[in-house]
Every structure is written in C-alpha cells, then in structure tokens.
T-cell receptor, first 112, second 114 residues
Framework: KQEVTQIPAALSVPEGENLVLNCSFT??????LQWFRQDPGKGLTSLLL?????REQTSGRLNASLDKSSGRSTLYIAASQPGDSATYLC???????????FGKGTRLHILP | EAGVVQSPRYKIIEKKQPVAFWCNPI?????LYWYRQNLGQGPELLIR????????DSQLPKDRFSAERLKGVDSTLKIQPAELGDSAVYLC????????????FGSGTRLTVV
C-alpha cells in the first residue's frame, strides 16, 4: 500500500530565502507525482506534475524533482514571497486511471 | 474555461440530518472523484467515477453515504444521517482519461456537523 509522507509538517522562513519541501513515498512504481497548493479554506491548485519517466519539472520560481529509486520528490521554491504562504501537498498516482494518494502537507509561512 | 464547480461552499447542519453536495466537472472530463479532507490531513478518496460508472467506491461508508453521477456529467454526494465525525471538506475533482494533465479540483464544500 502506497504511503506518502511530507516533512516538515510546518515551515517558517524569511522572505527572499530559497527553500525545499520534501515528499517521500513507499512504492517506487508510481505513474506520476503531483504537487498542489492549498490556501486556507480553498481547494487545491495543481502546481507541477512529474511523469514517472521524468526527473524534474519547472514553473517560474518552482522546481519539482523526482527520484523514484529513492522514493523521494522535492519542491524547490526560489526567492520566497509572502504570497507563497500556503499548504503544499504532494500526491502519488500509481496507475494512469487510479486515485492519487496524498501526503498530509507542509504548512509554509513566509515572514515579511 | 470554467473549472470544477462545487456547491454549496459551506454547510452547517445538526447531526442526524441529511446533506447533499453537488459537483459540476470540467466539460469533457470523463473521470470524476470525490475526496474528503479532514483538518490537518491530506484528501482521501471516497469514490471515483468513469463516466456514470462508479469504478472505485471501496472507501465510501455505504451505510450513510451515497453518490450518483447523472449522465456522466454532474455528480451529487449525499450523507444521511450525518454524524459529528463527518465534519470535513469535501472536494470534487475531474480528469480526462489518457491525458497526462493531472487532476483539477474544485474549491470544496466545508461541512460542519453540530
């Protein structure tokens, strides 16, 4: 059974710093891995999706990497801004048409 | 293009009362999902539809939860009767089979059972 773990559960950093959020999964036979952002009281916004054959994806100041052999993914945020404050969730999908399994998320707070 | 639309946004009910949530997926998306997110947790799947067929409802508490997807488009999720432990955010998502674009989620319905 796939389990997704995110560390740390919460993180506070000063504005402008670069930061890394970690995600680990127990079954390396994933189809894809997706990073989401969730603002308080809101739904989930997809940030980046990495296919199993890919190593990384980039969008603006965000870069997500995937290492299936070690069961890890990281989300790198460059030059953090207060508007980046949110909960970041990673989710693993095992098969093309299967459900996705979420971690509990990392609550990120960027200090002005 | 409109995203996944859910209603209502918020609902407060007394325990033992019924409640229903509605979801309109992205046009053309044949797969629809209902997830439940408890406070401080990641979302967990309740049911997945491919068109109008429920292909994975193993996590749906069938004694009190029911769902339907009319004509393979809109979907409703119902709880009857609601219990205190059902307080959570109920999220709907949709995707297109075979398209590598991931999921699109709605804004969710926050249910509070008192």
């Amino acid at each position: 059974k796939q389990e997704v773990t995110q560390i740390p559960a919460a993180l506070s950093v000063p504005e402008g710093e670069n930061l890394v959020l970690n995600c680990s999964f127990t079954d390396s036979a994933i189809y894809n891995l997706q990073w989401f952002r969730q603002d308080p009281g809101k739904g989930l916004t997809s940030l980046l999706l990495i296919q199993s054959s890919q190593r990384e994806q980039t969008s603006g100041r965000l870069n997500a990497s995937l290492d299936k052999s070690s069961g890890r993914s990281t989300l790198y945020i460059a030059a953090s801004q207060p508007g980046d404050s949110a909960t970041y969730l990673c989710a693993a999908q095992m098969n093309r048409d299967d459900k996705i399994i979420f971690g509990k998320g990392t609550r990120l707070h960027i200090l002005p | 293009e409109a995203g996944v639309v859910q209603s209502p946004r918020y609902k407060i009910i007394e325990k033992k009362q019924p409640v229903a949530f509605w979801c309109n997926p992205i046009s053309g998306h044949n797969t629809l999902y209902w997830y439940r997110q408890n406070l401080g947790q990641g979302p967990e799947l309740l049911i997945r539809y491919e068109n109008e067929e429920a292909v994975d409802d193993s996590q749906l508490p069938k004694d009190r939860f029911s769902a339907e997807r009319l004509k393979g488009v809109d979907s409703t999720l119902k709880i009857q009767p609601a219990e205190l432990g059902d307080s959570a955010v109920y999220l709907c998502a949709s995707s297109l089979v075979g398209v590598i674009s991931g999921y699109t989620f709605g804004s969710g319905t926050r249910l509070t059972v008192v």
